[in-house]
């Protein structure tokens, strides 16, 4: 069963004056369990709205997502709550952390949420931290971080459940080379765990830690680079 597939998925636009814009039409798109998928492609090809339909976040105009073998695009805004909750790790451009909250709990809470002990969530707080450099900000609001403070907590709480599927738009968009390094590193380390990946990337590095590549143009997949790795001798 796939982790993730959509099926002839379409996305227009509907503006209330002018012409409605195309930004999704008719991709189809399969991503199998533990695999890595980067998607790529020019300033408004669609890349981001693809990767919000497949969340949830946007809703379809026609087409198919199934997660796990069951369709998704027909559920309602809170079975798409739940599927985020419990299946979907997601790392947004803008980061939506918890203001009101320090690092250590927006990590901690998809975890509390999906059900984890408090001991269980902390550790993974402690881990997912320390692995993207950050445990001396756990006690901080987001507001004292930096952008790429902030990407990085965004990452953490994403993985912080243990999710199925990681979905990313342009995780290391607003780093510099080191906290890249970090995120690479991090990817790469849950990746190699199993974890399935979907993301959108500008970034060449992080794209050479995926499985596949897939190229957007004006909101059609012109390239689906499936990448047969060897996995040992023969
Ligand atoms: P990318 O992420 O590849 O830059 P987007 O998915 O952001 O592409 O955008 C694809 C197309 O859809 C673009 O033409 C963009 O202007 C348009 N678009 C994106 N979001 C909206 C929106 N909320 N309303 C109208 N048009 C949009
Ligand atoms: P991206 O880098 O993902 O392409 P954009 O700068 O295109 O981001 O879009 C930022 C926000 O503006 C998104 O929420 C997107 O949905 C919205 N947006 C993008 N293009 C349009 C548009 N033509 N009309 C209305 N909203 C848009």
Request: hydrophobic share 40%; net charge positive.
């Amino acid at each position: 069963t796939p982790a993730i597939r959509a099926v002839n998925l379409v996305k227009i636009y509907q503006s209330g004056r002018g012409l409605p814009v195309p930004a999704v039409r008719g991709v189809d798109l399969t991503v199998d369990p533990g695999e890595f998928v980067a998607i790529m492609g020019p300033s408004g090809s669609g890349k981001s709205t693809l990767i919000h339909l497949l969340g949830g976040l946007d809703t379809r105009t026609s087409g198919e997502i199934w997660l796990d073998g069951k369709r998704a695009d027909t559920l309602s805004e809170s079975g798409w709550a739940v599927l985020r909750r419990e299946k979907i790790g997601f790392v947004f451009q803008f980061f939506n952390l918890v203001t009101n909250m320090t690092v250590a709990d927006n990590v901690e809470l998809p975890a509390l949420l999906g059900g984890a002990s408090p001991r269980h969530a902390r550790e993974r707080r402690e881990y997912l931290l320390g692995e993207l450099g950050l445990t001396d900000r756990a006690a901080a609001a987001p507001a004292q971080l930096s952008g790429g403070e902030q990407q990085r907590v965004a990452l953490a709480r994403a993985l912080a459940n243990q999710p199925r599927l990681l979905l990313a738009d342009e995780p290391t968009g607003n780093l510099d080379s080191r906290n890249t390094r970090d995120v690479l590193k991090l990817l790469s380390r849950v990746h190699r765990q199993g974890q399935t990946i979907v993301l959108v990337t500008h970034d060449a590095r992080v794209a050479g830690l995926a499985d596949r590549v897939v190229s957007l143009l004006d909101g059609e997949i012109v390239d689906d680079g499936a990448i047969v790795r060897r996995r040992g001798p023969g």
